[in-house]
């Protein structure tokens, strides 16, 4: 019974925490995903909109994650991890991932807007973003590889 439930569960848990990176960084989980596991033209335009979010979220004229329009650009990438998550594990259907990712992003959107918010008063904006960036790469990597 115990390797059943987690059979079904680990799939579900690695899609949300998927849908987790996309709250924190809205490209960053399309684009690790899209590099480790496809390739091609589409992983290098994914992380060249990584790479332009990293910069920009260093502007403190940036809107914060909970505007309207990021808000649906972190559920969107959420979905579209979610989906593409759910086919690479097999294990629930792609609907069923867009949805638990989609969740996961909406979650952590509001949770890491309060965590940036109390690491910008303690190191700083420039420091609290970078910091940021690195934990996202660094659970899409770990979450991808896991998939």
Same mark, same amino acid.
């Given at each position: 019974?115990?390797? +059943? #439930?987690?059979? &079904? #569960? ?5 899609? !949300?925490?998927?849908?987790? =990176?996309?709250? #924190? ?30 910069? !920009?979220?260093?502007? $403190?004229?940036? $809107? $914060?994650?909970?505007? !309207? +329009? ?10 579209? =991890? ?11 259907? $792609? &609907?069923?991932?867009?949805?638990v +990712? ?22 700083? @904006? @420039? ?15 770990a979450? &991808?590889?896991?998939?």
């Amino acid at each position: 019974m115990e390797f +059943a #439930l987690n059979s &079904v #569960l680990v799939p579900f848990l690695l899609v !949300f925490l998927l849908g987790v =990176v996309s709250g #924190l960084r809205t490209f960053t989980g399309p684009a690790v995903l899209w590099f480790m596991r496809h390739r091609g033209p589409w992983a290098y335009v994914l992380i060249a909109a990584a790479v332009f979010e990293y910069y !920009f979220d260093l502007n $403190p004229k940036a $809107p $914060p994650r909970t505007d !309207f +329009a990021s808000l649906l650009c972190r559920l969107i990438s959420g979905a579209f =991890v979610g989906w593409w998550a759910a086919i690479a594990t097999g294990g629930i259907t $792609p &609907v069923s991932g867009a949805i638990v +990712a989609a969740a996961g992003a909406l979650i952590s959107a509001y949770a890491s807007l309060w965590v940036r918010r109390r690491a910008i008063a303690a190191i700083g @904006n @420039n420091a609290s973003g970078l910091l940021e960036d690195a934990v996202a790469i660094a659970a899409s990597i770990a979450i &991808v590889a896991a998939l």
